[in-house]
């Protein structure tokens, strides 16, 4: 990758650490080991299981011979031996209990069950912070451009922040753009978010979003998730297996905005080859930022203009309505005035200041006033729009 990562300790360093509810310090040192090793995924490490019966430390240290009858060919073969002669997997342990990065196996009850049924399933995640019950149940993938424009950050924050009042969990990539929007606003909102990523753990890409990695894990209310071990940088054909967890996390993927050639658009048809559903926001025709979700549309993904469009095609019936959320009203007639002429599209303050006649100055401390009570919300440029 062009910029540089961020090499970091983000986990709590002080909290009780929980290596594996299922194996052994020594097996889980061994599965872990595997995880490093070039040219074993999914399916070659299931046939090592299935011909060692379970011991992976036999597997680990078989001979030629024997791994000729596993069923390797000659260059997985001799590939493995090499590897395996720079590998320590007891140190392999040790680092990662250093850094307080849990490990979760195909053998866990911590496994993400959505995930687990996919095709080619990672056979260990690491993860920072702990997932709960809701993160294995109810989780929506939420994706986009990294250049995104008002209306993509507008249409993210607006579905974001009614999925979490629902105790959906926001799955995303930790990605510029959509991606930020996404894991931000379900923080802000008291929800929770996973952010999968694309390389090790001791490392944070993008480098400007180590704050942000840094808040999920903190504040208790997501974790951050790769198949990728420690020292693994963020390479760009890893990018692809990061978006085939977070559609395999999740009941259904949400793309916001993307132009015609994205990575959300590779999410989405991950999630279409694992059988989930795929939603799009429709676009302005004429925008490229939003000719992917337009073509998405097109293709037959599902049209949604709100978060109960998502939750009703899902026949999830958890989100609050509107009318269940306390309000705030105007406390006198300019915000009355401000409120009535504003909606969900946004408005320019020079607009606003034409529409109501009144004194600039008057409607930009209104606006402030409002924007603290919830009432109205700034979305860049002095543009403003209406919350509820």
């Known amino acids: 990758m062009g910029k540089k990562q961020r090499r970091v300790e983000v986990c709590d360093t002080s909290a009780r650490y ?23 995924g999914p399916v070659r490490f299931q046939m090592l299981l299935d011909f060692f019966q379970e011991d992976v430390a036999s597997a680990w240290r078989a001979t030629s011979k024997d791994l000729i009858g596993v069923g390797l060919d000659q260059r997985t073969l001799e590939s493995f031996i090499k590897q395996r002669t720079n590998i320590d997997p007891a140190s392999e342990l040790k680092r990662l209990e250093k850094l307080r990065i849990q490990v979760i196996t195909w053998k866990d009850a911590g496994y993400p069950p959505l995930l687990r049924k996919m095709d080619y399933a990672p056979p260990v995640l690491y993860a920072c912070g702990q997932l709960v019950e809701d993160d294995l149940r109810y989780t929506i993938g939420i994706v986009g451009t990294r250049k995104m424009s008002t209306y993509g950050r507008q249409v993210t924050e607006h579905f974001t922040r009614d999925l979490v009042k629902g105790r959906i969990t926001i799955v995303s990539g930790l990605a510029l753009g959509i991606d930020t929007v996404a894991h931000n606003t379900a923080l802000d909102e008291g929800g929770r978010t996973i952010a999968v990523l694309a390389c090790g753990l001791d490392t944070i890409y993008p480098p400007s979003n180590y704050h942000l ?12 998730l790769t198949s990728f071990p420690l020292g693994i940088k963020p390479d760009g054909g890893n990018f692809p297996a990061r978006n085939h967890i977070i559609s395999g996390l999740s009941l259904g993927v949400l793309v916001t905005e993307a132009p015609d050639k994205s990575g959300a658009l590779i999410t989405a048809s991950s999630a279409l080859s694992q059988g989930r559903e795929v939603y799009a926001v429709p676009n302005n025709i004429f925008s490229n930022s939003g000719m992917g979700t337009n073509q998405l549309l097109k293709d037959g993904a599902h049209p949604v203009t709100e978060v109960k469009d998502i939750l009703e095609h899902l026949n999830i019936h958890t989100v609050p309505r509107d009318e269940e959320l306390p ?25 606003l200041i034409r529409s109501s006649a009144l004194a600039a100055n008057t409607v930009s401390s209104t606006l402030i006033i409002m924007e603290l009570n919830g009432m109205v919300k700034q979305i860049g440029n002095m543009q403003y729009v209406r919350t509820r």
Request: proline share 5%; charged share 25%.
């Open 327 to 351: 309000l705030c009203e105007p406390a006198n007639e300019e915000e009355k005035q401000l409120l009535a002429l504003l909606t969900r599209e946004p408005q320019h303050i020079d607009d």
């Open 213 to 224: 990695a840094k808040q999920i894990v903190d504040s208790g209310q997501g974790v951050l």
């Open 18 to 40: 929980y290596p594996s509810d299922a194996l052994t310090l020594e097996e889980l040192a061994y599965w872990i080991a595997f995880s490093r090793v070039m040219g074993i």
